[in-house]
């Protein structure tokens, strides 16, 4: 199914199912006018006598170099190959084809003077299936996220590789074999291609859409916690937090009470419990979560609006003004990266202290050690709660800011810079951590609740639970304990967790 985009009109969800279910994407027709418009435009500049940045001149430091009308076409070739200096691993072919979509919208808004024929080539490789090969390493956020967009644009002119069939082949293979020609590139269209946030928006976008997901489970498996280690439920009522107001707390506090409604683990302690309060990783979930929603949210408002965005440059109006700015600079992405990075890092931290609760038998409430029935010759969670120290900590070292880290580059032409590329990618390996520490708290809650039978969690609970042990059964006596923490882990991280239990969070304020 092809997924059709209207740029300043795609929302959230259209592009998170872009990225997942590894879509096909074309522009509305809506956006031909305009981008026909400003193409022309462009056109007459190049053959005019004013110098007009990346369309008659060189780039960067260059810029006040002057460039004969016949070799406009070398130029913009000139530029995609030596701005190919990508280094690293390859992105997936998920994360490549978001990256193509998101150069098409940023292309619809019509104010970068591109030809039909060159976004006509984005679109039908996207149809094809030939995804270009992008190293994930080069570029530091402004000016464009200049290499690795560089290497998708080499792709459409059938230089460097692309993903075919399941294959990595040379671009001009795979675009011979469904009958492409490589586009020749006119005035600007090298710069249009390279300058842009969409990499970096790219990589932002799904380090969110993990982190929605990983915060959806934490609240499900911060309730199991909470109802195996006996908490209490008062809490999470909503007087609490309705007088502090924050959406983001009054909807985590919402979700707990739901999940956790009927349960006979609850009420068997709500009137004799000598306990005055719970430690705050219990008592304080709606707070913490509540706070790491806001800023999710906050982000989301960001990238939705950049997704959007026409920010190559020039830019190319309606009036016939042709305008150099800095739209490439992705300073509201590094921003939103580093938000999402502090609520991984926090949503993991107040996980990991659940499960060092549910093992310590001095807080969980009568709890046998390490949740194993048989302590001391059985070691029981003892070292899964290690791990996920481990996870919590290195998390921590990688949400430190990376938006504040600015180098000059291009002899200080480009004298600051943003770092939202690799202030976004570190993200995934954030999101992995986290997915591995929720799915070992998981591990805990469930081992903890079965541990108080006859008596029974909540019909939610109790649902997730029984999928947890489709795939891990309960733990008696001691065994190999990584394919259990990598097999719940997953559940958290391709959604089975939080698609148990249908409750909505939107990713944008209430």
């Known amino acids: 199914m092809t997924t059709i985009l209207k740029p300043g009109h795609v929302d959230l969800a259209t592009l998170e199912t872009l990225y997942r279910e590894n879509g096909i994407a074309k522009l509305d027709q809506s956006c031909i006018k305009a981008m026909e418009q400003s193409a022309a435009t462009l056109s007459a500049a190049a053959k005019g006598e004013a110098s007009v940045y990346g369309v008659n001149t060189g780039f960067g430091k260059l810029a006040n170099k002057k460039i004969a009308p016949d070799d406009v076409a070398t130029l913009q070739r000139n530029l995609i190959l030596s701005h190919c200096s990508g280094v690293g691993d390859p992105f997936d072919e998920a994360t490549a084809r978001l990256i193509m979509s998101l150069k098409l919208i940023s292309l619809g808004r019509g104010a970068s003077g591109i030809a039909m024929t060159t976004v006509r080539q984005i679109e039908n490789m996207l149809d094809r299936?030939?995804?270009?090969?992008?190293?994930?390493?080069?570029?530091?956020?402004?000016?464009?996220?200049?290499?690795?967009?560089?290497?998708?644009?080499?792709?459409?002119?059938?230089?460097?590789?692309?993903?075919?069939?399941?294959?990595?082949?040379?671009?001009?293979?795979?675009?011979?074999?469904?009958?492409?020609?490589?586009?020749?590139?006119?005035?600007?269209?090298?710069?249009?291609?390279i300058n842009g946030t969409q990499v970096s928006t790219a990589l932002a976008?799904?380090?969110l859409f993990n982190a929605w997901r990983a915060m959806q489970s934490a609240l499900i498996t911060g309730a199991m916690s909470t109802d195996a280690a006996m908490g209490s439920g008062a809490p999470f009522r909503a007087e609490i937090h309705a007088v502090r107001g924050?959406?983001?707390?009054?909807?985590?506090?919402?979700?707990?009470?739901?999940?956790?409604?009927g349960s006979a683990i609850r009420e068997s302690h709500r009137v004799d419990d000598e306990r005055v309060q719970d430690p705050y990783c219990i008592r304080c979930q709606p707070q913490v979560m509540g706070a790491c929603i806001d800023l999710l949210r906050n982000a989301a408002k960001t990238l939705q609006i950049e997704a959007n965005a026409a920010t190559d440059n020039p830019l190319v109006f309606e009036d016939g003004s042709i305008v150099s700015g800095g739209n490439f600079h992705a300073e509201p992405v590094a921003f939103a990266a580093d938000q999402i990075a502090l609520a991984i890092a926090e949503i993991g931290s107040i996980s990991q202290r659940r499960i060092a609760?549910?093992?310590?038998?001095?807080?969980?409430?009568?709890?046998?050690?390490?949740?194993?029935?048989?302590?001391?010759?059985?070691?029981?969670?003892?070292?899964a709660e290690v791990t996920s120290a481990a996870l919590m900590s290195e998390n921590k070292h990688l949400a430190n800011p990376c938006s504040i880290d600015s180098t000059p580059t291009s002899c200080n032409q480009e004298d600051h810079v943003?770092?939202?590329?690799?202030?976004?990618?570190?993200?995934?390996?954030m999101s992995t951590n986290l997915n591995r520490i929720i799915g070992i708290e998981l591990l805990t809650a469930a081992q903890g609740v079965e541990l108080r039978a006859p008596l029974k969690t909540s019909p939610p609970l109790s649902?997730?639970?029984?999928?947890?042990?489709?795939?891990?059964?309960?733990?008696?006596?001691?065994?190999?304990m990584a394919n259990d923490i990598e097999a719940s882990s997953d559940l958290v991280a391709t959604g089975v967790v939080c698609g148990l239990i249908k409750l909505e969070l939107n990713t944008q304020a209430a």
């Open 129 to 193: 299936g030939i995804i270009p090969v992008i190293p994930c390493q080069g570029s530091v956020g402004a000016s464009g996220d200049l290499a690795p967009l560089a290497h998708m644009a080499a792709a459409m002119i059938g230089e460097g590789e692309v993903w075919f069939r399941g294959d990595r082949m040379p671009a001009k293979n795979a675009l011979a074999a469904t009958r492409l020609k490589p586009v020749v590139l006119g005035a600007k269209e090298g710069l249009a291609l």
């Open 205 to 207: 976008l799904i380090g």
């Open 246 to 261: 924050h959406q983001g707390q009054i909807d985590a506090a919402k979700f707990i009470r739901a999940v956790m409604e």
């Open 357 to 383: 609760l549910m093992v310590d038998p001095t807080l969980s409430y009568g709890l046998p050690a390490f949740l194993t029935p048989k302590p001391g010759l059985n070691s029981g969670f003892m070292i």
């Open 418 to 429: 943003s770092m939202a590329c690799h202030g976004a990618r570190r993200l995934g390996q």
């Open 463 to 480: 649902g997730v639970i029984a999928a947890l042990r489709e795939n891990v059964p309960s733990l008696g006596d001691d065994r190999f």
